[in-house]
């Protein structure tokens, strides 16, 4: 295949593109991904200062900025949505990425942590969607139809071994609404997928890198025996938002080493 049939089938030039949690960890290693394939990226996440400094380093690789948005409340993922349109007509594709985690033993889970973890990881990709779509129908067509990419997690595929209850219950629920969005989606051309990680390093994660990767109980359970890298998340993005990906809605793509089929 040549130089140009590859950037004609993975390439994103022309596209818009938001990434939640954009400042840092998986987002930023998305971000990077859509920009090297020519998007243009808007980063969000509570922290607007966070999201300018990222997306001056991100820069370098395209056309990218940065600013605050909450996803946790609804008045934060109204005020998201307006920020993008007052920046541009359409978004091509929205990943609903920013996420949050919580670990207590279920004798004294408590209240606050549950909500937290729901409000950020469920409820704010249902309702920065549902106040995105006029922007997402605006340039979406059959053959190039608009993307939403939900980032779940492994958790929310196999029961895991460290006491996250909340988390696991809504990356679960974030995979199920992957696929109920995904059909309500799919006459008006949107198409969603989920991506649900197994292990890359970030500020979530730097725990179990603290005690070492190879000696962690994820790393033990994972057929691969190693954490993921940016390219391999941010390619599986990629592909999913460019014209490779456009018959593809409702999957639930684990990039987990192997982990999911555990
Ligand atoms: N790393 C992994 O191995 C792994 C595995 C499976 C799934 N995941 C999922 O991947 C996603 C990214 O995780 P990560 O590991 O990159 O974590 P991270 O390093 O903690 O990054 C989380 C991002 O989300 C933002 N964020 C948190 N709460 C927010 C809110 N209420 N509104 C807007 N932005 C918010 C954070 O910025 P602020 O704090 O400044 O708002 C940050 O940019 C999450 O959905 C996570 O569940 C990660």
Redesign the pocket.
Known sequence: MSNDALSSLFGLDGKTALV????????YMITGSLLDAGATVMI????AE?CQEAAGKLSERGPCTGFA????TAEGCEALAEEVQNRHESLDILIN?????WGAPLDNHPVEGWDKVMD??VR?PFFLTQKLLPLLTAKATAEDPARVIN?G??DGITSPSWPSFAYSSSKAAIHMLTRHMARDLAPRHILVNAIA????E????AFMFDDGPVESEVLRRMPLGRSGNPDEIGGSVVWLSSRAGAYLTGAVIPVSGGYAIL
């Open positions: 939640t949690g954009g400042s840092r960890g998986i987002g969000s996440s509570r922290n966070a948005g909450d996803v946790s990425n920013a996420g949050a985690s950020t990881n704010g980032i997690s492994v990680p197994g292990l890359f970030s500020k979530m994660t």
